[in-house]
Nanobody
């Protein structure tokens, strides 16, 4: 079994900052891409940022220059530093990981966290 546990969401004023964390645990052989998605009420889930095991990153245009994704491979943890937050960043943020399980043949599977809410409001 694999678990992704997120933390760090909450209520913040416009212009403020939050840092999300997501730790993967369980029967893991290796983790390829880790990322953050978000889903606002009435909207589809969208990619916010992703990072490969080698550190290559990809961001949605709407968050470029404001959000930074990073990961600690030794801790199987991915972070999302969110600065200059706007009301339109309000959403439930989900952690995502493409990983290979420890059992042969180490099949690549996608896993999701339970989601952590972020509300940007004055």
């Amino acid at each position: 079994q694999v678990q992704l546990v997120e933390s760090g969401g909450g209520l913040v004023q416009p212009g403020g900052s939050l840092r999300l964390s997501c730790a993967a645990s369980g029967s893991i052989f290796s983790i390829n891409v880790m990322g953050w998605y978000r889903q606002a009420p009435g909207k589809q889930r969208e990619l916010v940022a992703a990072i490969t095991s080698g550190g290559s990153t990809n961001y949605a245009d709407s968050v470029k220059g404001r959000f930074t994704i990073s990961r600690d491979n030794a801790k199987s943890t991915v972070y999302l530093q969110m600065n200059s937050l706007k009301p339109e960043d309000t959403a439930v943020y989900y952690c995502n990981a493409d990983l290979r399980g420890s059992s042969w043949p180490h099949t690549l599977t996608t896993h999701w966290g339970q989601g952590t809410p972020v509300t940007v409001s004055s």
